[in-house]
């Protein structure tokens, strides 16, 4: 731990009155689960297999249902989610 005055330059939010989150220097977190559940529905529905066996297509997602997030610490993104999916396919 830095002594008073000898921390890094960028440790400025003590010494603003408004405590902004310059740089996004400390952890920020943003939930995205509902949009990511909207865009895995759209992409899964689009999926279609097709080999010297046959053709697999998935034509229902019958359970989406988990969590999804963007951290942000030191200026880095991290990604945390969890899903758990049940689809529907037809194949020939």
């Known amino acids: 731990m830095a002594k008073w005055g000898e921390g890094d330059?960028?440790?400025?939010?003590e010494e603003?009155?408004?405590?902004?989150?310059?740089?996004?220097w400390h952890w920020t977190e943003r939930d995205v689960?509902?949009?990511?559940?909207?865009?895995?529905?759209?992409?899964?529905?689009?999926v279609q297999v097709e080999g010297p066996?046959?053709?697999?297509?998935?034509t229902e997602v019958?359970?989406?249902?988990?969590?999804?997030?963007?951290?942000?610490?030191?200026g880095k993104l991290f990604y945390f989610y969890e899903w758990q999916l049940r689809l529907s396919w037809l194949g020939q």
């Open 16 to 24: 603003r009155a408004d405590a902004t989150n310059v740089n996004n």
């Open 33 to 46: 689960s509902s949009w990511s559940s909207e865009c895995l529905h759209q992409l899964l529905l689009g």
């Open 9 to 13: 330059p960028r440790w400025i939010v």
């Open 53 to 58: 066996e046959g053709v697999c297509h998935l």
């Open 62 to 74: 019958t359970k989406l249902e988990g969590e999804a997030s963007i951290n942000n610490r030191k």
